[in-house]
């Protein structure tokens, strides 16, 4: 069945760090994609997301493409701030089909 | 004002207690969902509903029930709380696009203690 693996946390890394989260996919067919965000005590919000093979989806410094050659989906950012503290869950949405899954979510710390 | 609204924010009760948490929407959207999140284990579909009269089981449907009242609300219940749904809830909302899924957008999520 479709499912997503991410990378395992948590994750700490010194501000302005370059940061990499990566992210595997199984499905049937092209998916699309998503990275959500989750603040400390806050619900999950989209971070970017991609819709079909080699699109690059970007918000806020944070990038991802979608690679269906490696069935990959990885999460970069060049230079991360302590406000990028977070727990980051990859995603999936079958082009057929009724559910939406999720990443077991990658906890990251960035130290001042 | 927030799209997705969830009730309360946080809710302590003893085993055996019936419960129910609540969801409301102002998007508009048809699709609502209920998640459970627990540390390490990512988030968990427990039911969905694409509108009032459509109700699907999740991956983890077992000791909970839900209710769609109307298109902006979504309700899930556990009949007989266990300390085992100790966890973060979260009510979601979706729109259909061309036969395929856009974007969820959540709540703030509930916090249960079953004590």
């Known amino acids: 069945g479709d499912s997503v693996t991410q990378m395992e946390g948590p994750v700490t890394l010194s501000e302005e760090a370059f940061l990499t989260i990566n992210c595997t996919y199984t499905a049937t067919g092209y998916p699309s994609l998503f990275w959500y965000v989750q603040y400390p005590g806050e619900g999950l919000q989209l971070l970017l997301k991609a819709t079909k093979a080699d699109d690059k989806g970007s918000n806020k410094g944070f990038e991802a493409t979608y690679r269906k050659e490696t069935t990959s989906f990885h999460l970069e950012k060049g230079s991360v701030q302590v406000s990028d503290s977070a727990v980051y869950f990859c995603?999936?949405?079958?082009?057929?089909?009724?559910?939406?899954?999720f990443g077991t979510g990658t906890s990251l710390t960035v130290i001042p | 004002d927030a799209d997705v609204t969830q009730t309360p924010r946080n809710r302590i009760t003893k085993t055996g207690k019936r419960i129910m948490l609540e969801c409301s929407q102002t998007k508009g959207h048809d699709r609502m969902y209920w998640y459970r999140q627990d540390p390490g284990l990512g988030l968990r579909l427990i039911y969905y509903s694409f509108d009032v009269k459509d109700i699907n089981k999740g991956e983890i449907s077992d000791g909970y029930s839900v209710s769609r009242q109307a298109q902006a609300k979504f309700s899930l219940s556990l009949e007989s709380a266990i300390p085992n749904q100790t966890a973060l809830y979260f009510c979601?909302?979706?729109?259909?696009?061309?036969?395929?899924?856009?974007?969820?957008?959540f709540g703030p999520g509930t916090r249960l203690t079953v004590l």
């Open positions: 995603a999936l949405s079958p082009k057929t089909g009724n559910q939406f899954y």
């Open positions: 979601a909302t979706s729109v259909a696009s061309g036969g395929t899924y856009n974007e969820q957008f």
